[in-house]
């Protein structure tokens, strides 16, 4: 024992602000690596053994507490385990996986669960020294610039639950991809007999995740310890660091260069200027140009400072006078907006009742003068909805949210061209856009003069309506071309068109100041006698309707089949009966509703009277605008909503006829208006102008047009849309009709696409500048009628 005393390492003083546990721990005997060394001096006599009494029990006492430690430890450890096979099984945390120091190693085996019977052991070889008790012994990496100690694991699987492993004979991989076979471990007594043997047993600890046994070193059960005690673990940590108040002390404040760079050459040298300017200014006071104040004393100096007053302007600009500083940059007094009054009590939509004014103070408010009264009363309304610019104030929500929503639309992108092909539209081929009319197909003659205006049924298309300046209303059947009916009438034919409603069979034409309907023969026998009742008017409704708008009277054409008007044709065998609206002013065109039972007349020079609405089934006119906003020239009703459309001479109105209200201003070009046509889906409008230019306009998208199609040489007098085929058609006095393929998207975010595809030239001749009158689609074909001043009638066929 003597010897083994002899042979111990000196231990290292810990510093003197260690805690309790720290000295305790430099008290006992953990490093003694000869501790196991067999005692090779048994002879030594009993003097030697006497003097190591001492020595003897102390080591038994450390030894005995440290036993006792490590079974309160097992027992805990047994306890938690018990506790926890209850509960599902979680993975196995490793101590090791997040690259841990030895200390975190060990302060997760003194402090965890799982540190029980494992955590102490060894092999028969740990009476070695520590540099050969295996790589959980080696030393912090002296090139590593980490605040802990780390050890690279010897284990590479990531942060994998060991559990997955349990079956197999290996835990992992290491860096070269090799397994790691598993350990023999040792039982409990083979446990319990090398922790007798060697004290290294009492600091060793089991690492799963790398499978390996770590034997911890003074310094790191130290840190486990002050851990334990609730301190720092390291020593050179000053929790009571003294606090330095940087920037704010005034004594401690640094004083720093708003700009570090280096300070020019010519900050060093005198300047020139500098000194001609000193010059002329010592000059003129030598001369006495310029006068300097004599110096004051201290007593004048005092009085000077005793007469300011304590408090002055802060923001005022130094050296100026009242008066200029009042003044703005370009010498005027600067007068600062006025500040608005914040709403009060009077300005609620339900202010209280004594906010409200009596009937004297709105008899006074209503006999004072506009200018000095104000420009509202205090009103109460029930409930918000009530306020009159609630509807508004949703309607211009709406279309602003729709504005943002199709904004993607409206924006233009920068054109990065970097060949000249690029300014080519990339349009799809004409071909692949068929069928489109492009051939001449027919041809019908018999009007003497030129054709203002045709109609093809909507039903069939088998029938073509057309009326001429000769005075003419001749029905023609589509397919062989035979003038089938001629209806003379009292003078120029301007429009004609057919009634909607299938059931009547009715046709209508503007003749001078009367809009005429008559019956058309075309339909069964119901459809004739239904066609007579519509027509007929009773005696005591004669006249009905507002007498300064038009008169409603019985009228009486027979036609004629066969022939022209001026042959010896036979007469038609139903009757001519019909029906006249009169007018005060010519009429130039029609529009029919979609029902069949309204239809609006338009006289250009009508000024209020310019619009007439009639009802066929009440017999009754009626002028739905008391003053219209420029001159009209065409209308037309939307397809499927209550809306109006009233085409000016500069301008497109669209009205709401159920809030009785304008919805929507379309703004025009340049030229006079002198076409409409809408969309069979209503969203999308036509509209030809003097200027030689047919106009797209998208409704949803904005007020101005969409597209601007220039392809004629002269103005454009119609515009057509096909019902069903994505096809459009305009006709201008050049002679010619321009056919567009025109495809709209049920997507708001797609734009419409829009291609020319055919020319349809040398049909008609240009007569006394007079060109192509009118055009119309086939209602089921992809055909088109076309009219024009040299009397013919073209259909054109794919």
Known sequence: MAKRNSKREPVKEIEEAASEDEEDLDELELDGDDGDIEDESADDGEADEAEDVDAEGDEDEIEDAMLELMAAQAEEAQRRAAAGAAAPEKPQASTR????????????????????????????????????????????????????????????????PLVWYKDEDHIGYDIEGARITKAQRKDRLQQLLDRNDSKKALRTIYDPYNDEEITLSREELAMVMRIRAGQFPHLEVNPHETEHTWFTDPRDAEVMPIVDRPEPKSRFVPSKWE???????????????????????????????GAQPPAYLLWADDGLTDEAAGKAGSGLTYIPAPKLQLPGHADSYNPPAEYLPTEEEVAAWQMADPEDRPKALPQAFTSLRSVPAYTDFIKERFERCLDLYLCPRVRRKRLDIKSPEQ?????????????????????????????ASIAPDPWTGQWLLSGGRDGTLRLWEVRTGRCWRTWVLEGPVNAVAWCPQAGLRLVSAAVGNCVVLLPSGTGPEEAEAEAAEALRIPAEAAGAGEEALARWEPFSCRPVSGGSAGSAGEEASSSGQGLCVRLKFPVRSL??????????????TGNTQAVVVHQLSKRASQNPFRKNRGRVVRVAFHPAKPFFFVATQNHVRVYNLAKQALAKKLLGGGGVLSCLALHPGGDHVLVGSDDKRVAWYDLDLSTKPYKALRYHTAPPRAVAFHRSYPLFASAADDGTVQVFHGMVYADLLTNPLIVPVKILRGGHQVVASEGVADCAFHPTQPWIFTAGADSKILLYCN
């Open 423 to 451: 300014l080519v539209p990339q349009l799809p081929k004409p071909r692949d856009l068929q069928p489109f009319p492009t051939t001449l197909a027919l041809a019908y003659e018999g009007h003497t003069g030129p054709v």
């Open 275 to 305: 000194e001609q300017k000193i010059v002329k200014l010592v000059r003129a006071i030598r001369k006495g140009w310029i006068k300097v104040a004599p110096k004051k004393t201290a007593e004048q100096e005092e009085e000077e400072r």
């Open 97 to 160: 996986t997040q690259g841990k120091s030895h200390a975190g190693a060990a302060a997760a085996a003194v402090e965890g669960a799982g540190a029980g019977a494992g955590a102490v052991g060894g092999e028969a070889g740990d009476d070695s020294s520590e540099e050969d008790a295996g790589p959980g012994s080696h030393g912090p990496d002296p090139g590593s610039d980490s605040s802990e100690d780390e050890r690279p694991n010897r284990n590479t699987v990531g942060n994998v």
């Open 591 to 604: 529009a029919w509703h979609g029902r069949g039972d309204y239809f609006a007349s338009v006289a250009p």
